[in-house]
Every structure is written in C-alpha cells, then in structure tokens.
C-alpha cells in the first residue's frame, strides 16, 4: 500500500490581474508551491473570454498542510471583503512524498 | 466622395465579418494568443513610424499635444462621470470605472482612423501620436478619484451596512498607479517611438517592410479579431440596458468633438490631425484601464465597462464615429 498522507487543496478562480496578490498570500502562508492555470469562464463578472489582456481569468491550486490552510482562507476571505469576485473551494486530498508539502517555498 | 467611404476599408470589412461571424454563431476563433501578438506588433510598427516623424518634430507643439493630452485625459471621465449619474441606472462606483474608459483611447480606433485618412489620401500631423501614448493614463487616476469619492458618498448613504473598510481598493492606490504608467501597452509604444526618434535613419529603412508594407494586413486582422470580441460582447447588450446602451453612443459624440476643437482651435492642427485628436477624445480604452479599474475598483461590475467599451462604442466609432469625426474636423479646419 502506498504511504498517503491528508492534505488540503484550495482552488482560487478570479480574475488574472490579482496574480502577484494571490502569489503573496500563497508565499506569505507558508504554502510549498502553486500551480497556476490560464482560465476562461463567465460568471457574476461576466464573460471572461481569455482572448484578450484584459478579460482572463485564472485557476490557482494549492496543496498545503491543513493547519496552514486557514491563514491562506484568511487572506484570500479578505479580498472577496474589498469587492473582488472570488471563487474559493477547499478539498481534502491525499498526498504521496508528503515532506515536499512542508517544506515552505523560499522567498 | 462618400461620408461613409470608410466602410469599404478593407479594416472596417474585417471588423464587420468578425462581428457577423459572431451574430451567425460561426466557429470561427483565433488562437489564443493571437489577438495580443497583433496588437504588440501594432503598437510597436506605429511607434517606430511616430518615432521617426517626431525626430524631425518642434518641440513647443510637441509639448502642448502633451499638455492637451493630459487635460483631454482629465476632462473626459468627470463629464462622462456626470453623463453616467444622469442616466439614474448605475451606481456610483459602476459610474467611476465606466468613465475612466471613456478619458483614455482606444489604439485600434486610432489605427482605424489613421487607415481611413491613408485611403483618402489625407495628410495629418504626428503629434496625435504622443497624446496616444499619453492619454491611456491620466483616466485612471481620475476614475481612482472619483472612486474613492463615490466610496466615501456610499458608506454615508448606508452606514448601517457597517463602517467602510479602510483597505477598500484605495490601499493599494501607489501599486495601482505605478501599474497604470508602467502598462505593457504605454511602455511598448513609447518605446519604440524612442527608438524610432533616436535609431539611424539608413538602419531604420530596413524595417519599412515590417513597419509599412504589411501593416494594413496586420490591422486587418486584429480588427477581425475586435469584431469578433465586440459581437461576443454584443450579446451582453441587453444586460446594460438602454440607458447606457445610449451613454455608449453619446459620449464618444461629445468626446469627439471636445476633440475636433481642441485638435484645430487649441493646437491648430490640420483637417488630418484634428480628425485624429477627435478619435482620441472619442474613443474608450480597452487596454490600459480594464485591468486597472479591475483591481482598483473592484465594487464595479466589469461586464459593464466591457461591454460599453468593446460591445458598444468601439463598433461604433470603427463605423460611423470616424467619417463624422473627419466631417466636423473638416467643418472646423477646412478652410485652413
């Protein structure tokens, strides 16, 4: 049997341009790593085609240590409070080579 | 000579078959990254040739395209602002990011124009290609104004809906406003007009095949893109309603001809030139102040600005705006 260890996954979807304050968030809580996807959708904001610079939208996954998950939901709680459209879930995952998972990213 | 000549444009062609393309629901789609490619190679082909014009250029004019511009930037948004508020059908957030798009240019509208002056055989003067560059910025930090204006009047109005939150959008304002300045879009074109002002004129002459011969095929091109984002966004039309359906309609008009007087009367360009300084003041951005009312004012709903600017106003400037520009540039700078 394979050695699996629970964690926990945050997906972020919203609009591109707040890539540089996700990517700090996601630093700042001591997250190992991100993985960041170009998306394209409609929702409360409207289309977001992806063709253009201005109307891209991404997908951001996270795999942390659930006890480092509710600081990120803090920081990222805070932005959906200043206005910004957010779509935030979180889904338990389980994880092979866990240790990389702790290891916080160098900054 | 046709008022409406310009629609056998083979730009204009091509911005009408995306945009039907995507009324008769054709599969048609460009690659991704296709649309953002044509436009770096636009911005850098009429930076090069503003470039080299402007090398040869007299500075004090130079200087009051840049003043005009910057006041153009200004003016504008706080009358569309106004405009917007009249209309009774959007908050005042929504309003302060819809009229900062409307302060700012639009560089496809600009490039539509100035291939409508080349098929007429119409001169026009260079300068409106400074206040291109100049005039994506100044809108925004008018729409950050009025935002945090509007905030304050908001958190008045419904104090019960618990005291504003200091960090609201405006706490970033420094980052936001360095954005502003230092987008992708306003860096490229400046630029590459440095370069064409300082590059030697003998090496420059190797570029006239990338700068002239293909240019029009590429605006051809990134317009067939743009009709087909504006008829995507065309489908949004209903949501906005009427009401801003028509503010998409009659603030370029009056844009346009703030822009026709400033053009001849304040900087005593030709028929060509004050066509073009009327675009400016016509035309709403969808390059430099989308992304920045999108962080700043994040309370706006983007579908708004999007399809004002896209769906609404560009069509219609590509269309009909230009040739009316071209008239009331005619009627004020004919007889010079």
Not at chain 2, 20 to 32: E, H, Q, T, V
Not at chain 2, 209 to 222: A, E, K, N
Not at chain 2, 284 to 293: F, K, T
Request: charged share 15%; hydrophobic share 50%; aromatic share 8%.
């Amino acid at each position: 049997m394979h050695r699996l260890v629970p964690e926990k996954l945050v997906t972020v979807i919203t609009t591109d341009v707040l890539e540089h304050r996700l990517i700090a968030a996601v630093r700042r809580r001591g997250a190992s790593g991100y993985t960041l996807l170009r998306a394209r959708g409609a929702g409360s904001d409207g289309l977001q085609s992806g063709n253009l610079e201005i109307d891209t939208n991404l997908l951001l996954k996270v795999i942390l240590p659930p006890e480092r998950m509710s600081g990120l939901l803090d920081d990222l709680d805070a932005l959906i409070g200043q206005g910004y459209h957010l779509t935030v879930f979180v889904a338990d995952v389980a994880v092979l080579d866990h240790e990389k998972f702790e290891r916080p990213m160098e900054t | 000579m046709s008022a409406f000549s310009n629609l056998l444009i083979p730009a204009v062609l091509f911005f009408a078959l995306g945009f039907i393309a995507r009324l008769i629901k054709s599969d048609l789609r460009f690659p991704p990254d296709l649309a953002k490619i044509l436009s770096i190679y636009l911005l850098v082909s009429i930076g090069l040739h503003g470039g080299v014009e402007l090398a040869k250029a007299d500075l004090g004019e130079a200087l009051a395209a840049v003043i005009w511009a910057l006041l153009l930037g200004l003016l504008l948004p706080i009358i569309g602002f106004g405009l917007l508020l009249a209309t009774r059908r959007v908050g005042l957030l929504d309003a302060a990011a819809i009229a900062a798009h409307y302060g700012s240019v639009s560089a496809g509208t600009f490039l539509t124009a100035i291939a409508f002056l080349g098929s007429q055989g119409i001169e026009y003067e260079r300068y409106p290609l400074i206040m291109l560059a100049i005039m994506e910025s100044p809108a925004i930090v008018v729409g950050l104004l009025l935002a945090s204006w509007s905030r304050g009047r908001v958190a008045k109005a419904a104090p019960d809906r618990g005291a504003p939150r200091a960090d609201r959008g405006t706490g970033h304002m420094g980052d936001i406003l360095r954005e502003a300045f230092t987008n992708g879009s306003v860096v490229l074109l400046i630029g590459s007009m440095l370069i064409g002002a300082i590059a030697n004129p003998k090496a420059m002459e190797s570029l006239h095949p990338f700068t002239t011969d293909i240019f029009m095929g590429m605006l051809c091109l990134f317009l067939l893109e743009m009709g087909l984002e504006a008829g995507r966004r065309f489908g949004d039309f209903r949501r906005v309603g009427l009401a801003l359906g028509a503010f998409g309609l009659v603030m370029p008009l009056i844009g346009g001809v703030i822009g026709v007087l400033v053009g001849h009367l304040m900087l005593g360009f030709g028929v060509g030139g004050t066509t073009l300084v009327g675009v400016l003041g016509a035309s709403a951005s969808y390059i430099a102040v989308p992304p920045a009312m999108r962080l700043a004012v994040p309370e706006a709903n983007p579908s708004f600005y999007l399809t004002l600017s896209l769906g609404v106003t560009f069509p219609f400037n590509v269309v009909f705006g230009i040739p009316i520009y071209h008239q009331l540039a005619l009627l004020v700078a004919g007889g010079a």
